[in-house]
């Protein structure tokens, strides 16, 4: 929709609306610019602490997946005041305020509107050195791709819902969506990535397609290295699969070569889109073995998943592995 509106150009604008990134980054100085996003959505759980926690997580991610450390955090609030007590909003908000604690930033205010249904998010700001910006657009062809959180949390959140996810795969899944990206973007920074991206709604290869896109270059992704949750992919199989994953599939599907063999859950659930997800992170090639060690210090469950390579179109191969 932004491509309608006049373009916006300012020479301290250092990443903005054209690349489909995480946030925004405006230089202050020579030595600093501000990186700011916002991001909100209706309840993925019924309990208002985790759902507060999880979209708090979520906004904040976006600012790590720029190589940004958060520094002040705004709620965005609707509330159908006089159908769910206040108790409800109150819980929302805590969530929110404990993880924003958690990352070492500050509440500082927000704004609340009456809504229909529940909605909660953060404005966010955080802080960078402008030559340490790390955007989706720096991929290089050689470059080994790293996935920090395993794929299948909106199939298990839709059958949450369904009532169908037991009580593993429902906390497999909140604990993935509690937990902040700040670990993931310590290895980012470290192992000296070309670029990152977090993967929220568009999925996996969305998110990969806006990278490749936007660095002008291919991916290659090995199914057999991607990890998925537990349950996601039998859960898959009983149709617990969200309307998104079939329309991510469907748009992008000009720009994916799968090999043959590769059935359509398999399919759906790299399309799947993730609440808080993991970062994806292209790692040059002589960098993959410490990013490797690194994931393995900090506990992530991360992986090499694949690979940058050189394509004059922002194509994506997926192989068996």
Not at 46 to 68: C, E, K, R, V, W
Not at 91 to 100: H, N, P, R, V
């Amino acid at each position: 929709m932004l491509c309608q509106l006049d373009p916006v150009e300012d020479p301290d604008l250092l990443v903005g609306s054209s690349t489909c990134d995480d946030a925004a980054v405006f230089r202050l100085n020579d030595d600093m610019a501000v990186v700011q996003t916002v991001d909100y959505f209706t309840p993925v759980v019924d309990d208002p602490y985790t759902f507060g926690s999880i979209t708090a997580a979520n906004a904040l991610s976006d600012i790590y997946a720029m190589g940004a450390k958060p520094l002040l955090a705004l709620n965005i609030i609707g509330f159908p005041t006089g159908v769910l007590p206040l108790e409800v909003l109150v819980a929302i908000l805590k969530g929110g305020a404990d993880k924003i604690k958690e990352a070492g930033a500050l509440l500082a205010g927000g704004h609340t509107i009456e809504d229909k249904e529940p909605k909660y998010g953060l404005a966010v700001t955080g802080l960078v050195h402008p030559e340490r910006i790390i955007t989706n657009a720096g991929a290089r062809v050689g470059d080994s791709l790293f996935l920090t959180k395993p794929l299948g949390i909106g199939i298990v959140t839709t059958a949450i819902k369904g009532d169908l996810a037991d009580k593993l795969a429902y906390q497999e899944a909140v604990n993935l969506m509690v937990a902040l990206n700040d670990r993931a973007a310590r290895v980012m920074i470290e192992s000296k990535a070309s670029a990152c991206t977090d993967v929220t709604g568009f999925g996996l290869l969305g998110h990969l397609y806006e990278m490749v896109a936007a660095s002008g270059v291919g991916a290659k992704l090995w199914l057999s290295n991607i990890p998925v949750l537990e349950q996601a992919r039998s859960l898959a199989a009983m149709g617990m699969i969200p309307a998104g994953a079939y329309r991510n599939l469907q748009y992008l599907d000009q720009m994916l070569k799968w090999e043959n063999s590769i059935e359509e859950i398999d399919r759906l659930i790299l399309a799947d889109p993730q609440t808080s997800g993991g970062l994806l992170i292209a790692v040059p090639r002589e960098q993959a073995a410490l990013a490797v060690r690194l994931l393995s210090a900090a506990g992530l469950n991360g992986r090499k998943i694949g690979e940058i390579i050189e394509s004059t179109l922002p194509q994506i191969l997926i192989e068996k592995g």
